[in-house]
């Protein structure tokens, strides 16, 4: 997806909120989850919100690939602020920003191996739809600027346990990395 293309879509989300009321999302949870597919790891997630728009976000994601005779662990941490704004009674627009830093150990099998690490800015648009009262469905674009770039876009549902917790399902599909998530999170 181009840069046009991805600035008129943050517009027509943006433009789309006008007059809207609250959607009524938690912003205030602290989340665990596991990934599989290219990788597969650790995913620990925070939320804490700021005032009614704004929140920031923590992210420590930990996995690793060992299928090709090469020992890959991916560590990735990120900390940034969010802003989100009602669409309509039940869909919220979702926008974030994070200073992200990463690092890739390799090894092989028959010898040393290499580390190298970077620091980037992950932005993503997306957006947040209560289903019904107990399913919340998600979907955004996302860019990472480490590693020379990773453009992608990801999903997720999630099942409402009660007012605090909830599971999710979730998937991810880059320019590098595709894979599925389950999760859980607890409200605060």
């Known amino acids: ?15 789309l ?5 609250a959607a009524n999302f938690d912003y205030n949870y602290g989340q665990v989850g596991y990934e ?6 650790l995913t620990l997630t925070g939320s804490f ?3 009614e728009e704004l929140f920031v976000l923590a992210r420590y994601t930990g996995l ?5 005779g090469v020992d890959i662990d991916f560590t990735e941490i990120s900390i940034g602020a969010g802003y989100h704004m009602a669409i309509d ?27 190298v690490d970077d620091t980037g800015i992950l932005l993503t648009a997306g957006v947040r739809h209560n289903l019904n009262a107990n399913v919340e469905l998600a979907g955004g674009i996302y860019h ?5 770039g990773d453009t992608g876009f990801q999903g997720e549902a999630r099942y409402n346990i009660n007012n605090e917790m909830s599971a999710g399902l979730s998937f991810t599909s880059g320019d590098f990395v595709d894979g599925l998530g389950v999760n859980f999170r607890m409200g605060f």
């Open 89 to 115: 009674e039940k869909t919220d627009a979702v926008f974030t920003v994070s200073l992200n830093s990463a690092e890739v150990d390799s090894s092989f099998q028959t010898g040393p191996g290499s580390t």
């Open 144 to 148: 990472n600027s480490a590693f020379d």
């Open 1 to 15: 997806m181009t840069a046009t293309k991805k600035i008129g879509l943050i517009a027509l989300v943006a433009s």
């Open 49 to 51: 919100e700021v005032n």
């Open 17 to 21: 909120s006008w007059g809207a009321q």
């Open 36 to 41: 599989t597919g290219d990788y597969d790891g």
């Open 64 to 68: 690793s690939n060992d299928d090709t």
